[in-house]
Structures are given as C-alpha cells and as structure tokens.
C-alpha cells in the first residue's frame, strides 16, 4: 500500500453494500485510498480516524442520518475542513436545508450519476484544473 503524500483517502459513508463497493471499486482503480462506513457511527470512526481528503456522504443511513455526521463533522477540529460531496436519493429540495451553509463540495441525486461521473466528480474536487469546477 502506497502512503506517500499523493495517495489521497476518501471515506465513503454508505448503506447500501453494493453501491459503496461499486464507488470504492471505482475509485482505488483511479489511485484512492478508500475506507466505508455502512451506518453514520462507523461513518464517523472512519472520518475522525482517517481524515480523509473527501467523504461521500448518502444523507439517509443507520444510526446517524447524514446530515447529522455532517454537523459533527463541522463542529469538531479535525473535520470542520474536510471536503463533503453529500451523494443522496433524495433531490436536494427534500434534504436538510442546512447542508450547503454546513459546507459541502457538491449535491448529487444517485438515480441521477451514470458510470464514470463518480469518478470525475471527486477527480474534479479533489484534483481541480484551474479552468473546471464543480457548481451545481
């Protein structure tokens, strides 16, 4: 395993097991390293253990909703700057309406993300060109 600087570490906080291992599948293929947490209790051990360069973060799973482990994350040192794309079956208008003033990179609707687009969203945050970004 590769723990040089460059290696950049994503958790992905995730109920449904084979979704989260299509997106770690997807993205320790592009050079990631990659934790998941299955409920928003493992979710956090893994942000607060990890602190990780990116969470994906579905907003409804076990023990603590999303949106809940992202307010932690905030106002705790160690996440309050970690980068957030929230990836949800919810359209954003039914989510938390505090979400973007907790700070998150980008709002996805998982029905909504074809093949390589998790790729290239976190490749996009995590590895911004000066001419792209992501805006939604």
């Not at 770690?24 to 956090?44: A, P, S």
């Not at 893994?46 to 023990?63: G, R, T, Y």
């Amino acid at each position: 395993m590769d723990n040089s600087p460059s290696t950049k570490k994503i958790v992905i906080v995730e109920d449904d097991r084979s979704l989260s291992e299509i997106y770690k599948t997807r993205l320790e293929l592009q050079g990631y390293d990659c934790f998941i947490g299955y409920n928003g209790i493992t979710g956090l051990y893994f942000i607060q253990n990890e602190l990780p360069d990116l969470v994906l973060l579905d907003l409804m799973i076990p023990d603590i909703e999303g949106g809940k482990v992202l307010e932690t994350m905030r106002k705790s040192d160690w996440g309050k700057d970690i980068k957030v794309l929230v990836i949800s079956n919810l359209n954003e208008s039914e989510a938390p309406p505090n979400l973007r003033q907790l700070g998150i990179e980008g709002y996805v609707v998982k029905a909504n993300l074809v093949n390589d687009q998790i790729d290239k969203l976190v490749n996009d945050i995590l590895n911004p060109t000066p001419q792209s970004s992501v805006t939604e």
